[in-house]
């Protein structure tokens, strides 16, 4: 994985998101980030997706709130 496989936009979001990732067809992933945030909290949250994309997340079987867990962990 590369940074070239990784797109990210900056776009519109409820104030409760900060950002999101979804994987797309050709194997890369798109990180949404919220323009709403500050620059500060808009690294943090790229950051955090980028975690979970080194970790394959996307592959796990694990439940949500148990993935979010862990990534904070490792924080």
Do not use: W
């Amino acid at each position: 994985m590369t940074l070239d496989d990784i797109n990210l936009q900056l776009v519109k979001m409820p104030c409760n998101i900060e950002a999101a990732v979804t994987t797309n067809n050709d194997g890369s992933y798109t990180v949404f980030v919220n323009k709403n945030i500050s620059v500060e909290q808009q690294k943090e949250a790229i950051l955090h997706e980028l975690r979970h994309i080194e970790r394959g997340d996307f592959l796990c079987n694990e439940g949500a709130d148990e993935i979010e867990y862990q990534v904070r962990k490792e924080k």
